[in-house]
């Protein structure tokens, strides 16, 4: 994002955050070079990384069916739709905090588990069994092995590329 004041190209991002119907991220930049601060809202889409699916394909990140995948899972538990819409934020938010051009399934699916499993054991198999549709089962099986412990710090890396870089597009 372009600085407006001096066209400086690489300015970086001081806070992130939704709004309330979650369809766009305002963003407080600073410029390194003039120091100059600004505002930008992105639409979502513009923001969120690309999801590379098992066989490979690249896929826009879609909201609904992270909500509906949460909202399969959580059924009939005593869970209220505001927590779920809270979870499917913090998920957002974190995948934007990485600044990637993209992101695998599987590391959207661990997070997910890693909430879930938090929340209520019973949506965290639910969840499980639904993952298990989507073909990712080696996935599935290697986080069932290895369940996140419930105490465990939630910014814990869950892989590799934990550290968000320094400047995000
Ligand atoms: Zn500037």
Redesign the pocket.
Known sequence: MR?P????SE?KVIDSRLNQTGDSTRRRRV?P????RFTTYERIEEVMPLVIKKDGRREPYAREKLKQGLEKACQKRAIPSQRIDEIVSSIEKRLQSYGLKEVPTKTVGGMIMAELHKLDKVAYVRFASVYRDFKDVDEFVAELQEPPTPDSDPAAPLFSFANPPENTP
Do not use: I, N, Q
């Open positions: 600085c004041y001096c066209s400086f300015t410029c070079r003039c120091e100059g």
